[in-house]
């Protein structure tokens, strides 16, 4: 990953990654945080080795956003707070402390989408120059210019060597 030079997203995924992990040490945390989490940082690691498209990007971007849902719902649904207070104090600070990474992670989402947004801006601004058929990316209804064909250089000069093939009027009266 050394080679990556987008330090942005690489503290985002380090920060998610570690703070993912930690709140994954006991039990409590069902399949489903697993699994976008998992899917968040598969997304985030693809922005960080696809480094022209903004689409990436976009992707962990808006599973950032619906993760914020999730964690709350997470954390609504899914922690033992009876079970905890009856837990070893060791047992129950290892709960205590997972829950603890799991709101962190919740807290600094809205963050890190602030930076994966701005990532994504930085990225679709370097093509915003960019063509496609009926128009680009700036909304400025530029057309498709076929690159197949030579484009003049200077307007035609008309040249005596040439015979005019237009049809006179002679030809069309009538005798």
Request: aromatic content about 12%; hydrophobic content about 45%.
């Amino acid at each position: 990953m050394e080679n990556i030079r987008v330090p942005p997203l690489k503290v985002v995924f380090v920060t998610h990654f570690i703070l993912t992990t930690w709140a994954m040490l006991t039990s409590w945390v069902p399949m489903a945080y697993i699994y976008y989490n998992g899917f968040l940082l598969a997304c985030i690691l693809w922005s960080l080795i696809n480094t022209e498209a903004s689409d990436p990007v976009l992707l962990s971007l808006m599973l950032n956003v619906i993760s914020i849902v999730m964690d709350i719902v997470v954390l609504a649904t899914s922690y033992p707070y009876q079970k905890v207070a009856f837990l070893q104090s060791s047992v129950a600070g290892l709960f205590r402390f997972s829950a603890v990474m799991c709101c962190v992670n919740l807290l600094l989402r809205p963050v890190t989408s602030i930076v994966m947004y701005r990532v994504m801006q930085a990225r679709s601004a370097e093509y915003s120059s960019f063509t496609q058929y009926g128009g680009g990316f700036s909304g400025h209804g530029e057309t498709y210019e076929n690159i197949d064909q030579p484009v003049p250089t200077a307007p035609a000069v008309a040249n005596s060597d040439f015979v005019d093939a237009s049809p006179s009027k002679a030809a069309y009266q009538s005798p």
